[in-house]
């Protein structure tokens, strides 16, 4: 639709103009003629067909007898489907290698939306180097989130400071920027007590008040300025709730499950460790009852014992610590090379005596992946001449990188912060890099890359690959000295069709999303002149411009489960309603709703925080209930036409053990 206002004091003949690329099909003429009076405005709308995924370009000139104007728009286009990928990685380390990978065109994939990726570079601070947009551009914003965003200017700092690699200007201005905003907002969701939670409404939580604690320290070091009394006002609430953690865990009638135990004994480890950074020791009793307990305690707390032992310069106490960590890791050796982590499994249950897996299955703390990354700050707080270790372990963690970095973006996060810590300490790892790699694809020219100890700390190379419809095969060829990391990611969308679920199977088993639409139906007016509204099930779909209406989300979930997020796709040009003036929610007719009656649309708040951005609202639940569950929002739909929805995702933030889907869905808009 275009609105063309004259702002002339004469009549306009006005040739109006519209381009469109290849995602639009456009269903009458592209050039238009109008006359617009003066001081007036007119408007026209083409329709048209959403044929192809992608970014859409629309640009519309308006050219009048005395007067002109132009604009140009750029649109998301995305497929009717779910987000999948798929990524291999590996490392090269022969003078002469070579490496043959599959292309092939994925089962049901959505027309245009596929897109393959080869990410190589000469140095395991390459993958990270080249992920600091992943991170800095997360949509959201709670506490752990706005620390994983600064945690890129940190790095880059610090790498900048201690291994000379230059930084362009352009990334400099940007870490300002997020520097500025994070600390704003960190400032904002510090609590009274001094504590954070992991937004501004929630309650304290030694863990993210530890992280933030971590984070400043981080950002002192790395030469940015941080408020002291917050450090001050955070640190004592921290010291004194590291205290309650011990005494509840050491208290004559604690008797919990393990897993219980190992989050609490996470969150003090994490805190003693936090702690310890600005100078204050380890209290005696504390590790007596650590040193007394190692054999019962996950990675993660081995982890920080050993390096707030090992800072405080008690190296018998570090060592015991740190024997008992290696006792549990997996060490492997394959076709790459040797591999260690600490990832979950039968074997590290039995040593830990743990009767189940559910500690670990839906922890919000560690995944797999940051529970290595951790354990190999304490390889190289204990170890840092280990070459061997230290690299076995960057081995396993740089196989399982994903689409954007590892899993989340506190895992992400911490990969940066050991990575760059093992480069720091390593800092002659590059002199004998000097090799050139060739890749050769089907249906494109090869290309040859050079490698020099001068391009050790570049980003990561991003080589694009066509796709065709056809499987094929990428080969990677090396010659010379030094070591390849590369890593394939190739991102589609599976096809569905409105109306239809998602295929995958929900985890945990029994989870199940259902969105449904209501149109808002006015009673009579009561004996005092007010109006209620009752909601009727929109069972054909169909509503009139301008009109708004109700959307449901219907959870039901067979247990519960920490820090989850369920993004809720909007139908395009609708407007999401902030505040409802009706005195009541809707009544619910013909539904069986157990939601609480409230003076606004959201009905209960039994979540956290929402989010609402252009095509879709978030909805972050700390603690997600058993049972069935609603989320309400109201709806304004503007334009005309038919849309369709994708899925509504519901998945946990910090473990890949919840996510479910519900069906896609159709609207259509028309015009009386």
């Not at 629309?58 to 286009?77: F, I, N």
């Not at 779910?82 to 959505?110: C, H, R, Y």
């Not at 800072?311 to 260690?340: C, H, P, V, W």
Request: glycine letters at 6%; proline letters at 6%.
């Amino acid at each position: 639709t275009a609105v063309v206002h004259n702002y002339t004091d004469k009549p306009q003949g006005v040739d109006l103009t519209l381009n469109v690329s290849e995602q639009f099909q456009v269903l009458q003429g592209l050039a238009q003629k109008i006359i617009v009076e003066p001081d007036k405005a007119k408007r026209l709308s083409w329709p048209v067909k959403i044929v192809q995924a992608g970014v859409g370009v629309v640009r519309c000139k308006a050219v009048g007898s005395t007067a002109g104007d132009a604009m140009e728009l750029k649109l998301p286009v995305r497929p009717l489907g779910v987000p999948a990928f798929a990524t291999k990685s590996g490392i090269m380390t022969a003078e002469d290698q070579t490496v043959n990978l599959p292309l092939s065109w994925p089962e049901g994939a959505a027309s245009g939306s596929v897109k393959f990726d080869l990410y190589v570079s000469s140095s395991a601070l390459g993958p990270l180097l080249g992920n600091f947009s992943a991170l800095i551009d997360y949509p959201y914003g709670c506490t752990e989130q706005t620390m994983s965003k600064l945690m890129p200017s940190i790095v880059a700092m610090r790498i900048h400071q201690t291994l000379g690699v230059p930084l362009a200007k352009k990334d400099t201005d940007r870490f300002k920027e997020v520097y500025k905003q994070s600390m704003a907002k960190l400032d904002e969701y510090q609590h009274e007590d001094g504590g954070w939670g992991w937004w501004a409404n929630d309650q304290s939580n030694p863990y993210l008040t530890s992280l933030v604690l971590e984070g400043y320290s981080l950002l002192k070091d790395a030469g940015y300025y941080v408020d002291p009394e917050r450090t001050k006002k955070g640190t004592a609430w921290l010291k004194n709730n590291s205290h309650k953690l011990f005494v509840a865990l050491t208290e004559p009638l604690h008797k919990k499950e393990p897993w219980v135990d190992a989050e609490a004994v996470i969150d003090m480890s994490k805190a003693y460790f936090v702690l310890g950074i600005s100078g204050d020791k380890i209290p005696a009793d504390v590790k007596t009852w650590v040193l007394a307990h190692r054999q019962e305690l996950t990675p993660e707390p081995l982890s920080y014992f050993t390096m707030a032992f090992s800072k405080a310069g008690d190296s018998e106490a570090a060592r015991a610590m740190y024997d008992r960590l290696i006792e549990l890791s997996n060490q492997t050796n394959g076709d790459l090379g040797s591999f260690m982590d600490w990832s979950p499994n039968a074997e590290m249950y039995k040593k830990l005596h743990f009767k189940e897996e559910r500690y670990y299955y839906y922890s919000y703390r560690y995944t797999d992946v940051e529970t290595t990354a951790l354990s190999l700050k304490a390889v190289l707080a204990m170890e840092p001449a280990n070459i061997e270790r230290i690299e076995a372990v960057k081995r396993w963690i740089l196989l399982q990188r994903g689409k954007n970095g590892w899993e989340n973006t506190k895992t992400t996060a911490q990969v940066f912060r050991a990575f760059m810590e093992a480069e720091i300490m390593a800092k002659q790892e590059g002199s004998g890099t000097n090799f050139q790699a060739q890749i050769s694809a089907p249906g494109q020219e090869a290309s040859q890359l050079s490698f020099s100890p001068k391009s050790l700390f570049d980003k990561e190379k991003d080589i694009s690959i066509p796709v065709g419809q056809h499987t094929g095969q990428l080969t990677l060829h090396k010659t010379g000295p030094g070591r390849l990391y590369y890593t394939t990611v190739m991102t589609w969308y599976k096809s569905i069709k409105p109306g239809e679920f998602v295929a995958e199977k929900s985890s945990p088993e029994g989870l199940k999303l259902r969105r449904e639409f209501f149109r808002l139906v006015p009673s009579a007016p009561d004996s005092n002149g007010n109006v209620h509204f009752s909601a009727a099930p929109l069972t054909d779909r169909t509503v009139k411009a301008g009109e708004t209406i109700l959307m449901k989300v219907y959870v039901d979930s067979p247990t519960s489960f920490p820090y989850t997020i369920m993004e809720a796709p909007l139908p395009s040009g609708a407007e999401v309603v902030e505040n409802d003036p009706r005195e009541d929610t809707p009544e619910q007719s013909g539904d069986n709703s157990t939601t609480d009656q409230s003076p606004y649309f959201w009905g209960k708040w039994w979540w956290t925080h929402q989010d609402i951005l252009d095509d879709h609202m978030a909805f972050f639940v700390t603690d997600f209930p058993y049972g069935k569950e609603e989320f309400h929002t109201m709806i304004r739909m503007e334009l005309p036409g038919k849309f369709q929805m994708n899925p509504i995702s519901l998945e946990g933030m910090y473990t890949k053990g919840v996510r479910a889907y519900s069906g896609a869905d159709q609207i259509t808009v028309t015009d009386k």
